[in-house]
């Protein structure tokens, strides 16, 4: 069965805009939470976000947003991207620099790309105000291809001349982790000899503030403690929007090629609650049959496993579900096993999470580290017999699980090995 | 369907300068001056400036130049159907008219696209060029091969334009040169003569009662002929007449013969005679 591998990152987050700014801040537990300044009016009960930095999609249209200069779109490629297809766009140029891919290694009937975003509701609500103010035909004619969900997969797709694979996922906080374990199985099926794997989300008010009514997202105005997962004082989570694209690669491309894996994608589950269409599982049910379906295909045990990169996204009833689950789970190896959860860091990215997380694992397999759980002042009881490691850890972990669980009670658990 | 330029309100003049924020001064001046005014005259400094801001900028000195109107928008200026429909948006905009998906796909060059708006403005009917193939080229001229020196033509009123692509397969090519096939200068004269001929056998002049004889032909004069490269088999050229005057039975062209971006010829004028055939009304 070919292995798969993951040969290439590329990161536009709220920690950092390329590996080695995320790796630095990971290490040194430096988040990505401001005062965001498009919440300030009185009436908005949030006040702190983890935006993208360096970028700025404030205007209407892409061709009046500022991009980093290393980045060059031109405008018939600029014209139909929403702000997360364009973050995406930057970080596929960093996977693909990283991972030494030539056009030739893109462009093929062996390659493909699964991702996922939740389209981009600004540019949605952009357009049909111009639907509504100027008429039906004077609003954008690619209007449609930047705004909804699949905007990431159309623009990259088309821009790279990607010939395998292609799709999106739409399992919210779920997304791109769905994105990746199925990447992985078309590599293992042989269908696809190279996968791109992306995660994006724009990460502003559009995004952001309809997840505050259900009271999911943190109304701490501190952005030092506003996310805090697995803390007695979390309120809920912290928006963020960014960008992660990941380079899979089965065996025999990476011999070929020459290059040095960051990790081994060992394998995945994924598991429903069947429960509440927003609320998790009391006792995490899908979360964990998720996590024993990832280790029996990964054929490994939790005596294998060295880390754990968590879901939890600094929500009450979220984070403690996870607790449960991973007990059930990891055994009498919960108080050994590492765990952490970078949201306290970056916030939750919905689409994004996935992808990014599984790439900070992809780093830390690599480089050597095990990213600790920033911002806990008061380990929460439900995190007992579990350890939570507050820092960052600087000894390389073998085998870690990354966790994401989204809306309807989606949950996947995606396993990843360091290479040798 | 035109703007009335008495509805032309200072809000919908904020709302025009904003749409068209991309484009230099001068298309908005144009654009201004016609919304207030309905001056046909505007309208080629607007449509031009429509383009411009869509156009890749290393492009963008080709619209300067003098053949503007014959620039083709896919092939010249390397716009696709999606950029032909933002620009025709934004001239629709900035303009006041609506232009249909089916009108759309006919308009090939910048020229075509000046006509048919001048004619949605002026309220005049429009229709496109006709696209003659080989197979019409050849039913409709009174030349034949080996001596035709057009593949595929394109005809309105207001200009024609075909192209012919040395084989290298043509019989004087043997000995012009020796070793060294040149395509003569007079045959590329030859070539825009028989241009002009198909102009008038295409019925442009024709009316009900009228029809231009294909018997009558005959070439007259051409002035004013320079010729400024050397064309060999493998170059595809680009040629293309204009009539000047036409006053029976004499009609006088301009015209041109490309490479590419390259012109290879050109004449001042080329003056063919023709004749009519009556075609008594059938009763």
Redesign the interface.
């Given at each position: 069965m070919p292995r798969v591998f993951i040969t290439g990152l590329g990161f536009i987050t709220s920690i950092g805009n390329d590996a080695a700014s995320v790796t630095q801040s990971l290490r040194e537990l430096r988040h990505g939470m401001v005062r965001y300044a498009p919440f300030e009016r009185d009436e908005i009960p949030v006040k702190v976000a983890a935006p993208v930095r360096d970028f700025s999609t404030e205007g209407d249209e892409p061709?009046d947003w500022k991009t980093p200069e290393r980045y060059r779109l031109?405008?018939?490629q600029l014209?139909s991207l929403s702000p997360n297809a364009l973050y995406a766009s930057c970080a596929m140029q960093q996977a693909v620099e990283d991972a030494r891919l030539e056009p030739s290694d893109i462009s093929n009937d062996d390659t493909g790309l699964y991702a996922a975003s939740c389209g981009s509701p600004g540019m949605l609500s952009r357009i049909l105000n111009r639907i509504h103010a100027?008429g039906v035909?004077?609003s954008?004619?690619?209007g449609i291809v930047s705004s909804i969900a699949g905007t990431v997969q159309f623009n990259l797709v088309a821009n790279y001349k990607i010939k395998g694979a292609s799709t999106g996922f739409a399992s919210a906080c779920a997304s791109s982790a769905h994105a990746l374990g199925f990447a992985h199985d078309e590599i293992v099926l042989g269908r696809q000899k190279r996968m791109f794997v992306v995660g994006a989300e724009d990460g502003n008010l559009e995004t952001i503030l309809p997840f505050a009514s259900m009271r999911a997202l943190s109304p701490n105005p501190d952005p030092a403690t506003a996310s805090r997962p697995f803390d007695r004082q979390r309120d809920g989570f912290v928006g963020t929007g960014g960008a992660t694209v990941l380079v899979l690669e089965n065996e025999e491309e990476i011999l070929r090629r020459g290059v040095t894996p960051y990790a081994e994608v060992l394998g995945w589950g994924q598991a429903s609650d069947g429960h509440n269409v927003a609320i998790s599982h009391p006792e995490g049910a899908g979360l964990r049959t998720a996590m024993l379906h990832a280790l029996r295909t990964a054929k490994v045990g939790p005596a294998d496993i060295d880390y754990v990169n968590a879901h939890a996204t600094s929500t009450p009833i979220g984070d403690a579900s996870e607790c449960k689950a991973l007990r059930a789970v990891l055994g009498e190896h919960a108080s050994r096993v590492a765990l952490s959860s970078t949201k306290a860091l970056t916030g939750h990215g919905c689409s994004l999470a996935g992808a990014m997380e599984s790439g900070f694992c992809a780093l830390a397999l690599r480089d050597g580290f095990m990213p600790g759980s920033a911002h806990i002042t008061e380990l929460d009881l439900i995190c007992e017999g579990l350890n939570i490691i507050r820092q960052t850890h600087a000894t390389a972990p073998g085998v870690v699980l990354n966790n994401s669980s989204g809306f309807g009670g989606a949950n996947v658990c995606i396993v990843l090995k360091r290479p040798r | 369907m035109n703007p009335d330029p008495a509805t032309f309100s200072p809000e919908a003049e904020t709302q025009l300068r904003e749409s068209l924020r991309r484009c230099s001064p001068e298309t908005v001046m144009a654009a201004v001056a016609y919304r207030r005014t309905r001056d046909p005259q505007c309208l080629p400094a607007l449509i031009g400036g429509v383009f411009e801001r869509y156009i890749e900028p290393e492009i963008r000195p080709k619209l300067a130049s003098a053949n503007r109107d014959d620039l083709r928008v896919i092939e010249d200026l390397g716009i696709d159907s999606l950029t032909l429909m933002e620009i025709v948006m934004l001239l629709e905009e900035a303009g006041g008219l609506t232009i249909a998906n089916d009108e759309l796909r006919q308009l090939r060059t910048l020229g075509d696209i000046r006509t048919f708006v001048d004619c949605r403005v002026r309220g005049l009917p429009y229709s496109p060029p006709a696209r003659l193939d080989h197979e019409a080229v050849l039913a409709a001229m009174p030349v034949q091969p080996p001596f035709l020196f057009i593949d595929e033509a394109v005809i309105s009123k207001t200009s024609i334009s075909a192209t012919y692509r040395i084989t290298g397969e043509e019989v004087f090519l043997q000995g012009h040169f020796k070793g060294n096939p040149v395509m003569p200068g007079s045959l590329m004269l030859e070539a825009l003569g028989q241009l002009g001929v198909l102009y008038l056998v295409s019925g442009q002049l024709d009316d009900a009662n009228h029809k231009v004889d294909s018997g009558s032909l005959l070439f007259t004069s051409a002035d004013g002929v320079r010729c400024h490269r050397v064309c060999r088999p493998g170059d595809t050229l680009s040629l293309r007449l204009k009539p000047k005057r036409i006053k029976a039975p004499i009609i006088v062209f301009e015209g041109d013969v490309r490479v590419g971006s390259d012109k290879a010829v050109g004449a001042e004028e080329i003056t063919l005679t023709f004749g009519f055939k009556e075609t008594p009304p059938t009763a």
């Open positions: 061709e031109r405008r018939d014209r100027q035909m004077r954008p004619a690619l | -």
